[in-house]
């Protein structure tokens, strides 16, 4: 079963305003991790209803349960070697996208992911505003 895990605990529900989280994916069979982003959920538009002009916006959950990451080198270890092959933890929680893009990055500077191969991660891409980091006594504890 694909579990996700916060501090040891598994992971059936994200916690009230958690806009996405930050994970860990380590693959048990040789240490490689990867670190990266998930949106808890997605916007979705509907087209308007009869005779309104108006497209309708509601949000659905996004596929955070299923999820292995965006690297194609890591998708391709876990088809290959089964999701039984890999721990997924989740490191944070986020209440805006600015938080979860610079605690993402943070994340992946500190672990210097780009300089070892130990890291499926081949590049970080980001792009903040710290207006919307609202919780900045946080991101230092």
């Known amino acids: 079963m694909e579990l996700w895990y916060y501090n040891n605990e598994i992971v059936e529900e994200l916690p009230e305003g958690t806009v996405g989280f930050v994970y860990l994916i380590t693959n048990l069979t040789n240490n490689r991790k990867y670190i ?23 949000k659905v959950e996004s596929d955070w349960r299923e999820y292995y990451g965006s690297s194609d080198e890591l998708s391709a270890d876990v088809a290959e070697l089964g999701p039984q092959s890999f721990k997924r933890e989740i490191l944070f929680y986020c209440t805006s996208k600015s938080e979860l893009s ?18 499926y991660n081949g590049h970080i891409r980001v792009r903040v505003h710290g207006k919307g980091i609202l919780n900045k006594k946080q991101l230092n504890g």
């Open 36 to 58: 990266g982003k998930k949106l808890a959920q997605f916007k979705k538009t509907k087209p308007p209803l009869k005779g309104r002009k108006n497209k309708r916006r509601t």
């Open 102 to 119: 610079y605690v993402e990055a943070r994340e992946q500077f500190n672990h210097k992911v780009l300089e070892s191969d130990e890291w």
